[in-house]
């Protein structure tokens, strides 16, 4: 089952489908080691990895087990990161929900807003009863990111990645449809 990639508009975003016009900002974010100190794979040294990141994103669309959508600021068009809704299963009504911002972004409420937008759209198209997420226990921004979104904790991943040799440990996050508070109107 193909899934329809939305685009999708808040006060300050403009959400859309990952294409090859963003290979470069994709790569700038994704070899960025400080960006990335948090997350479960070592920073990209290949640019080749930016082409595979969009077909992945392209293939996960057709093939109906996700999406993921670029994240641009309205007032000057810049990609800020990106977010998606992996692992869809329409029998379970279940995904996870992940994300990933330039340093730049950081501290803007860029990732809440690009979030809630696509679980607004989620739980109203996908008719999800559940998302999950995961974040690195060390990344206490990602954390608040997921809480202010109504996501409860709901435990710990010991020792789930291993990254450059570091061992770390990762919180599981979930949000149940009763629980959802959208917030959030389409522009």
């Known amino acids: 089952m193909s899934l329809s990639t939305p685009t999708l508009q808040t006060a300050r975003l403009r959400l859309r489908a990952v294409t090859s016009v963003d290979a470069d900002a994709l790569f700038a974010l994704h070899s960025n080691a400080y960006v990335l100190r948090y997350w479960d794979s070592p920073p990209w040294s290949d640019r080749a990895r930016a082409a595979h990141f969009i077909a992945a994103s392209e293939q996960m669309a057709t093939e109906g087990s996700g999406v993921r959508l670029a994240m641009d600021r309205l007032s000057d068009g ?92 990762s919180w599981v996050y979930g949000l149940l449809r009763r629980d959802w508070q959208p917030s959030y109107e389409p522009a």
């Open 78 to 169: 810049t990609f800020v990161g990106w977010c998606s809704l992996t692992r869809w299963n329409p029998e379970y009504r279940s995904a996870s929900l992940g994300y990933c911002l330039g340093e730049a972004a950081w501290g803007n409420g860029y990732a809440t807003e690009g979030a809630r937008a696509l679980l607004h759209w989620a739980f109203g198209t996908l008719d999800l009863n559940r998302v999950q997420a995961e974040a690195d226990t060390r990344n206490a921004a990602s954390a608040r990111v997921l809480e202010k979104l109504g996501f409860l904790r709901e435990g710990t991943l010991r020792e789930d990645c291993i990254v450059n040799g570091e061992v770390s440990d």
